[in-house]
């Protein structure tokens, strides 16, 4: 198994910064693809950017050129960085992993608990 824990999230000022924070714990895995989703009240949960294990890098459009999500894989964490929020980012944000159980050779989805950005306007 694997654990997926989040921080970084909080109350922004609108044109402000936050940088989340992924932070992956478990033996006997391999995690590949990572991802950072974000789901609003009333919304869908959305993909807002994803990265492989060899740093190939995805966003939604919506937050092309404001967000920039990294990986130490040393370090099994995942960052988000972001810039120039608007109130329309407030949602909870989640963190996502692709792992390979490396006894089993069986893949599976791990998510963490999610934290929440506030963007006020």
């Known amino acids: 198994q694997v654990r997926l824990v989040e921080s970084g999230g909080g109350l922004v000022q609108a044109g402000g910064s936050l940088r989340l924070s992924c932070a992956a714990s478990?033996?006997?895995?391999?995690?590949?693809?990572m991802g950072w989703y974000r789901q609003a009240p009333g919304n869908q949960r959305e993909l807002v950017a994803s990265i492989t294990t060899a740093g190939n890098t995805n966003y939604a459009d919506s937050v092309k050129g404001r967000f920039t999500i990294s990986r130490d894989n040393s370090k099994s964490t995942m960052y988000l960085q972001m810039n120039s929020l608007r109130p329309e980012d407030t949602a909870v944000y989640s963190c996502n992993a692709e792992v390979m159980d490396l006894m089993t050779s069986r893949p599976f989805t791990s998510w963490g608990q999610g934290t929440q950005v506030t963007v006020a306007s």
């Open positions: 478990g033996s006997r895995i391999h995690i590949n693809t």
